[in-house]
């Protein structure tokens, strides 16, 4: 599976944008997503998180009530839209697969190490 991220770029504080994630191949439908962050500097950090089938949904506790994570399976994309962003949103946002299930544990779903599939990032700067 390979996954292609995109929709980065430049935004005001409080401006909003949606990041793309499309994948290859059959199996994208099978795959948990997620979306990871990582601001120079820093550790990669979990965003958010679906199953498969979309039902189950996970955020970071910084990003609930703003970010909102959900899959086209048809069109074997994952989206991430952010609104109301900040100047600590600034990072790189990396989309990523795993034929694991995420509702396993809070430790598994939200660890870099969990996903196998990963695509190239894709830069987000807040600024005024």
């Known amino acids: 599976v390979q996954l292609q991220a995109s929709g980065g770029g430049l935004v005001q504080p409080g401006g909003s944008l949606r990041l793309s994630c499309v994948g290859s191949?059959?199996?994208?439908?099978?795959?948990?997503m997620g979306w990871f962050r990582q601001a120079r500097g820093s550790e990669r950090e979990f965003v958010a998180a679906?199953?498969?089938?979309?039902?189950?949904?996970y955020y970071t506790n910084s990003v609930k009530g703003r970010f909102t994570i959900s899959r086209d399976n048809a069109k074997n994309t994952v989206y991430l839209q952010m609104n109301s962003l900040k100047a600590e949103d600034t990072a790189v946002y990396y989309c990523?697969?795993?034929?694991?299930?995420?509702?396993?544990?809070?430790?598994?779903?939200?660890?870099?190490?969990?996903?196998?599939?990963w695509g190239q990032g894709t830069l987000v700067t807040v600024s005024s």
């Open positions: 679906l199953s498969g089938s979309g039902n189950s949904i």
């Open positions: 191949g059959r199996t994208f439908g099978g795959l948990s």
């Open positions: 990523a697969g795993t034929k694991s299930q995420i509702t396993l544990s809070l430790r598994h779903r939200t660890s870099p190490s969990s996903y196998e599939y």
